[in-house]
Nanobody, 126 residues
């Protein structure tokens, strides 16, 4: 069982930056591909970005490419999401997710992930 705890959300003006963190319990963090998803009111949860177990590969949604950066520190059991040039349309609850895997493919479907955090609110004002 893995528990994920997100932090770092908040209110920011358009053009600003935030860094989200997601810390996992347990000793096998490096066995998990990690992803960030977001869900805006009235919308489905959508994939934002993912990173493979050893950071060899990443995959970004087109909507955040060039503005968001994912990274992970396996020694700290933590994955980060640096969000720059934020836009009002980035407003959502952001969730981190973990998929136990031996491969390098980064899943983009919510159904592929085994564990989820409770979410952290990001609000971007115009």
């Amino acid at each position: 069982q893995v528990q994920l705890v997100e932090s770092g959300g908040g209110l920011v003006q358009a053009g600003g930056s935030l860094r989200l963190s997601c810390t996992a319990s347990g000793r096998t963090f490096s066995s998990y591909a990690m992803g960030w998803f977001r869900q805006a009111p009235g919308k489905e949860r959508e994939f934002v970005v993912g990173i493979s177990r050893s950071s060899i590969s990443t995959y970004y949604a087109d909507s955040v490419k060039g503005r968001f950066t994912i990274s992970r520190d396996n020694a700290k059991n933590t994955v980060y999401l640096q969000m720059n040039s934020l836009k009002p349309e980035d407003t959502a609850v952001y969730y981190c997710a973990a998929q136990q895997t031996t491969g390098w493919v980064i899943p983009r479907s919510t159904y592929s992930y085994d564990y989820w955090g409770q979410g952290t609110q990001v609000t971007v004002s115009s």
